[in-house]
């Protein structure tokens, strides 16, 4: 395979750090697909892909795999595909949920949460801390309206928790009617709705998750780029991101979300009592009841237990 474009893009020796950067995406939906795909297509070395579901009739529409793929599971269909472009990557495939896989998440450089359920990115969150593991969360708003995408350092910013809790609260996105958007589309169940949009607007906000995954798995390189916040929020058609100021169709703004002290899973209280027992000191656990209680978005609507599902 030949790597002149990106070589000529990127500079050799960048090229050859990318080859010894291991990606590991949770979910191989539309999203997660996509973003794997165009890792790949840049030359990243390494992917652990961890999905448990099934490509379907009713993904193909919304997937980077096809029809050659229908009843295997996503995870192997999207490994297959970067194989045939990347066919010097090394994969590993994980089917089943993440919790079941922790020990995939090991040696990794950099984390893509591709999956739509709030209490798995919650999971994922508390895992990533104490793996000191960078995250990079994306979501994909009502019909695909709009999305947002954050990168999540442990300790250095905001967590997930405090994240969500601050974003969610501070920012509230309307249709151009005026009409409150469901921010996150947080279904009964607790999960994103399951019909965001048309692949394109999946993808758009799948794009700049792949971009900043891209960026971060270059840090360190004179190819990393220092972006103006942690967090990026597109409008695919006209919405009302800040209050009184519409964002027209194709933009976008930056905003940054500070960490929270408090907050029970990254505060200052809490990450004491982490390293402290890490020393041997015995600590008490923050529950997910807790947190959510604290800080969930979706609180008012009775999240339950939800299954772990990336846009299919």
């Known amino acids: 395979m030949t790597w002149d474009r990106v070589e000529r893009t990127l500079g050799a020796s960048n090229l050859e750090t990318l080859r010894g950067?291991?990606?590991?995406?949770?979910?191989?939906?539309s999203g997660g697909g996509f973003v794997a795909l165009a890792l790949a297509l840049w030359?990243?070395?390494a992917f652990t892909l961890i999905d448990d579901d099934m490509l379907e009739a009713s993904n193909i529409m919304r997937h980077v795999a096809d029809r050659r793929y229908l009843s295997q599971p996503k995870a192997a269909a999207v490994a297959d595909l970067i194989a045939q472009r990347n066919p010097e990557a090394r994969l590993e495939v994980r089917i089943g949920r993440f919790?079941?896989?922790?020990?995939?998440?090991?040696?990794?450089?950099?984390?893509?949460?591709?999956?739509?359920g709030e209490l798995s990115k919650y999971k994922i969150n508390e895992v990533a801390l104490q793996r000191n593991l960078p995250v990079i969360y994306a979501g994909v708003y009502e019909r695909g309206e709009g999305g947002?995408?954050?990168?999540?350092?442990?300790?250095?910013?905001?967590?997930?928790?405090?994240?969500?809790?601050?974003?969610?609260?501070?920012?509230?996105?309307?249709r151009d009617s005026g009409e409150a958007l469901d921010y996150g589309m947080i279904g009964e169940d607790g999960t994103l709705e399951a019909e965001p949009g048309l692949w394109i607007h999946v993808t758009r906000v799948a794009s700049v998750q792949a971009d900043m995954a891209l960026n971060a798995l270059l840090r360190g390189t004179p190819a990393h780029r220092p972006t103006p916040g942690n967090t990026v929020i597109l409008a695919n058609t006209q919405?009302?991101?800040?209050?009184?100021?519409?964002?027209?169709?194709y933009t976008a703004i930056w905003a940054t979300i500070d960490r929270d002290p408090d907050c029970l899973v990254c505060g200052d209280a809490t990450y004491a009592a982490q390293r402290l027992s890490e020393k041997g000191t015995p600590d008490e656990a923050v529950s997910l009841d807790e947190l959510m209680a604290e800080s969930g978005p979706a609180l008012d609507r009775g999240m339950q237990?939800?299954?772990?599902?990336?846009?299919?």
């Open 21 to 29: 950067r291991h990606a590991g995406i949770i979910g191989l939906g």
């Open 148 to 174: 947002d995408v954050c990168m999540i350092e442990p300790y250095d910013g905001p967590c997930y928790a405090c994240w969500a809790g601050a974003l969610r609260e501070d920012i509230a996105v309307r």
């Open 99 to 116: 919790e079941d896989h922790l020990d995939a998440l090991n040696g990794i450089d950099l984390l893509v949460c591709a999956v739509d």
């Open 239 to 249: 919405l009302e991101i800040i209050d009184g100021e519409p964002s027209l169709p």
């Open 305 to 312: 237990e939800t299954s772990e599902e990336d846009v299919s």
């Open 43 to 45: 030359g990243i070395g």
